[in-house]
Every structure is written in C-alpha cells, then in structure tokens.
C-alpha cells in the first residue's frame, strides 16, 4: 500500500501547479487512508488529427500514474468539443472540423492512448454523448454562469480583442463545455497543460455553481518539441509520434537538445523522480556523459512504445547511419513501375519520403535529397528509371528508400 505522502511525492513530481495545493493534498490523502472513494481524475483529448506524439502523452503518463496508486482514470475524447476548436493559444479561429473527420482522428487516437494508460481503472467517454442532445434552454443556463469579462481575462482572448481580431461566440463557449465535462462527470481532479489553467478553472467554478465538490487541478508542463524552442506540436513539424517507426524514433530522440534532457527523462519516461534527480546531477557534476545520457533516453523512449530490441536494433541502424556513414540493409523498397522517367518530386512523395511535392521541393532546395550520396539539386529534374533501379533514394538523416524496377516493365532489348 503506497502512504498518503508517497502519493503525494509521485503526482505531483514534474507537475507546473497544484490547485489547490491543499485541497488536493486533503482529497489524495483522504482517499489513501479509505475515508472516500478513489479518486475521478479527468483529462480530455480534441482529435483535431489523427497522429498522438509524446507531447501529448506528458499528461497521459501523469494520468496514468493516478491508475497506478488505484485511482479512476477519465479520458474525454472530445467528439463534440473538437468541433467547436479550443482557442488556447491561438491568434485565430480555428477551422471547424466535419463529423466524419472527428470521428476518424478519434478511432487512431484511441489505438496509440492505449499505449500509455492502463486498461484497468479506465473510463473513455466522449463527451458529445452528453454535449450534443443540450437544448437552447440549457446552453442558455450554462451561459448565465460566466461574465463576459470573465471571458476575457484569458490572455489569447484579450490579446486578439485589443488587436481587433475576431473572436467567435463559438470560441467562449469552448471552456463552458470543457467545464459542463465535470460537471456531468464529477471528477475530483482534472489534468491538463499549463496552457490549459483558465479552461481547467472553469471547469471548478461550474461544479460549485452546481452543488458539487469543486475539482482539483494539476497543469504539467508544455514539452518543447525536436527544435528547442516551440512546443511541440504537428503543426510545428518537431514531434516524435508514439506509432513512428524505431528507427525514426531512436534518430528523432537523438537530435533533442542536450538541456532538455532531463526535462524528457522526467516527463516522457518511466524512471522515478530520484533516478531523474540523479541523472541531472551527474550531468552537472560531469560524471555523466550527455552523449552517452542521450542514447538512454533514446532507448527509454523506443522501449515504451516498441521493445527492447527494437530499441538496441535501433541504436545499431544509428550508429551504423551516422557513426560509420553507412547505409542500413533492411530499408523500404519502391517499385518504380511502368513509367519510363520520374520528375523528381513525384517521386519523393509517391515513394513515401515526403508528405508532399511542395515539401520535395523544400528539402530539394535544403540539399537535403540524395540519390546513392550525391546531392540532387533540381526540384523539376525528370529522371530515366534506368537511372534509377537499385539505387537509394535519400531524404535528411533517417529517410530511405531502395528502388527497383517491375519486373517485365522494361525488357531490355
């Protein structure tokens, strides 16, 4: 049985804020020594894409700690707030998406979630089982609840009013929303980024307006993405998504910048808050080699979503990559077809290299393409197949493809 204090110790380590600290002290104590239930711990996921990267799972592993100390986990796939769009953070409206594509992004969400939590203690829901049949009357009640200048205390909001950008109704009702969740759910603790305080405040201020044992909050902190510098984020470009390849994974792992090391161990790994507290201090100190420090959080994250072998063939395929500058024998073939040239471009994103011609293009202009080492140059390049079966098509550091011809496709005369 894990103490009152333990628990305390493990929730809140790597955690932005605890609101209130008290309070929540009170709630996690009282329910380690039996005198409540355990406790509803809710946290809410938007699938406004289809891809889950590790930035997301900062909260999903704090979440998942609650699991493990015998608490309910609460998923909220928001299946009718992702198309309303939450304004955090952004400097415009956000494009509202269709029924289907929610319903699409949310199928692929749930299969890598299902990498992180638990199944035991699990509750998934989506909250357009409870937001959809709300008729005006109550939307009209839930309003009531919150001020205008309520609204726009939130620093995004304010900011694009005093800049005369629009602000859709549509957008203050999002906390609203997000709030009637607890409300409907009655959760103790609600979890959610830093980013997130105003949305999770509001979800406490609804449940006391309802009678209700107002919830606590944890915020953790924003995950800097591949670049150092922006969260990380799809549309950033700097993620590494929990459903990449190991190779992908172990290489993107190797580029994070040597700071941000222990803020990774310390979010986005299984080790315990003492093996971070040492790795930090070897690193200070010197007794830890950052490179060496580097490959085991490397490992650490390709183990958590692959194995660990995946996670040692990996780190072979690096080193084999970039330490002897080879090429890895087990890459991805492409059949180039009955064509008898390919424009270059084309080929780059048929071939699965790039997402489109338009990035082709890009990373052609970065010099960051290459055809068995050497550098292609011109993005409107229209190449001969002849030129191109069995050699290795390159894009970046950790990008291959082998390709071959279709058999019969050009008989030789």
Not at 27 to 42: S, Y
Not at 44 to 55: A, F, Q
Not at 340 to 362: I, K, N
Request: overall charge negative.
């Amino acid at each position: 049985m894990t103490s009152a204090a333990e628990q305390l110790k493990i929730l809140t380590d790597g955690a932005e804020q605890v609101l209130p600290a008290e309070e929540f002290a009170r709630k996690v104590t009282e329910a380690a020594e039996g005198k409540r239930p355990p406790l509803r711990v809710k946290f809410g996921m938007d699938p406004t894409s289809p891809d889950v990267h590790i930035g997301h799972t900062v909260v999903l592993r704090k979440l998942r700690q609650f699991q493990e100390l015998g608490h309910t986990a609460i998923l909220i796939i928001g299946g009718f707030t992702a198309r309303v769009g939450d304004p955090t953070g952004r400097s415009a409206t956000r494009p509202p998406l269709t029924e289907q594509q929610v319903a699409d992004n949310a199928r692929t969400y749930l299969d890598q979630v299902r990498k992180v939590l638990l199944p035991e203690r699990l509750e998934v829901v989506d909250n357009g089982d409870w937001l959809g049949p709300l008729g005006m009357s109550d939307v009209l009640r839930l309003t009531a609840q919150v001020t205008v200048a309520q609204m726009l205390e939130r620093d995004d909001f304010s900011t694009r009013y005093r800049e005369g950008k629009p602000i859709a109704l549509s957008e203050f009702l999002y906390p609203l929303l997000q709030g009637q969740d607890s409300v409907h759910l009655r959760s103790d603790v609600e979890l959610g980024g830093t980013d997130q305080t105003f949305n999770l405040l509001m979800g406490r201020q609804l449940q006391a307006s309802n009678g209700q044992d107002p919830q606590c909050i944890l915020t953790m902190p924003l995950l800097e993405g591949l670049d150092g510098a922006a969260k990380m984020s799809k549309t950033s470009g700097n993620t590494i998504g929990v459903d990449e390849d190991p190779a992908e994974m172990f290489g993107k792992a190797m580029s994070i910048r040597d700071e941000l090391m222990v803020k990774y161990f310390r979010l986005v790994t299984d080790l315990g808050p003492d093996e971070v507290d040492g790795i930090a201090a070897g690193l200070g100190d010197g007794s830890l080699h950052p490179g060496q420090t580097k490959r085991r959080l490397a490992r650490e994250i390709v183990r958590m979503y692959h194995s660990a072998d995946d996670a040692e063939a990996a780190e072979a395929r690096f080193d084999l990559q970039f330490k002897e500058h080879g090429i890895p024998e087990d890459i991805p073939e492409f059949v180039l077809g009955p064509v008898l040239s390919w424009p270059v471009a084309a080929l780059l994103a048929d071939a699965g290299l790039v997402s489109s011609r338009s990035e082709a293009r890009r990373m052609i202009s970065q010099n960051a393409v290459r055809l068995d080492g050497q550098a292609l140059t011109d993005p409107d390049a229209d190449i001969p197949v002849d030129e191109l079966v069995g050699r290795v098509l390159q894009v970046g550091k950790r990008r291959f493809v082998r390709l071959r011809d279709e058999p019969g496709a050009h008989p030789k005369s």
